[in-house]
T-cell receptor
Framework: GAVVSQHPSRVICKSGTSVKIECRSL??????MFWYRQFPKQSLMLMAT?????????EQGVEKDKFLINHASLTLSTLTVTSAHPEDSSFYIC??????FGQGTRLTVV | GIQVEQSPPDLILQEGANSTLRCNFS?????LQWFHQNPWGQLINLFY???GTKQNGRLSATTVATERYSLLYISSSQTTDSGVYFC????????????????FGKGTHLIIQP
């Protein structure tokens, strides 16, 4: 299966700042990657579909101007949380091919 | 979109016990997966099982597609089996080449006590 590397694994940022999370597909050229969010003790919720070379597709209720997704190559998708607030604190995880997931990024906004 | 329900939500067992986790889904699917999320958050794909039965060591899974449910069996539980078990299906029920996001159930939180 595909090997997916996500970075950073953990980040703490101040309210109002932006944070970038990287998702790399190490051994598979992925035209599509998926970003999920998981709040404590809850399930994973799909946030957006990242499409290589084109705009991301966002799920209902997810602010596209707040969660910027860039998929500039077949091996890298990035999620930038802009103007982060404490309610954005969550576990963010990406996937490739629908079955292989990165290690996740635990974001804490203080 | 498809709805996925899991039961039980929580399960506490002694080491060595067997367990059965259930996943019901609301519509026909061509892709049903079971995942294990460890305490550090890492999601590991256990089975891709849209129908039939598969086994991998102490774990096995059965999906009865016509009745829209899947079961995950864990035998001779070990403490390392602890974590959350999720089942998931494509949002539309059908995926082609992995190009659809997944809808996850709420998970079963399994604790194996020594």
């Amino acid at each position: 299966g595909a090997v997916v590397s996500q970075h950073p694994s953990r980040v703490i940022c101040k309210s109002g700042t932006s944070v970038k999370i990287e998702c790399r597909s190490l051994d598979f050229q992925a035209t599509t990657m998926f970003w999920y969010r998981q709040f404590p003790k809850q399930s994973l919720m799909l946030m957006a579909t990242s499409n290589e070379g084109s705009k991301a597709t966002y799920e209902q209720g997810v602010e596209k101007d707040k969660f910027l997704i860039n998929h500039a190559s077949l091996t890298l998708s990035t999620l930038t949380v802009t103007s982060a607030h404490p309610e954005d604190s969550s576990f963010y995880i990406c996937s490739v091919e629908g079955a292989f997931f990165g290690q996740g990024t635990r974001l804490t906004v203080v | 979109g498809i709805q996925v329900e899991q039961s039980p939500p929580d399960l506490i067992l002694q080491e060595g016990a067997n367990s059965t986790l259930r996943c019901n889904f609301s519509d026909s699917v061509n892709n049903l997966q079971w995942f294990h999320q460890n305490p550090w958050g890492q999601l590991i794909n256990l089975f891709y099982i849209p129908s039939g039965t598969k086994q991998n060591g102490r774990l096995s899974a059965t999906t009865v597609a016509t009745e829209r449910y899947s079961l995950l069996y864990i035998s001779s539980s070990q403490t390392t089996d602890s974590g959350v078990y999720f089942c998931a299906a494509p949002r539309s029920g059908y995926s082609g080449g992995g190009a659809d996001g997944l809808t996850f159930g709420k998970g079963t939180h399994l604790i194996i006590q020594p």
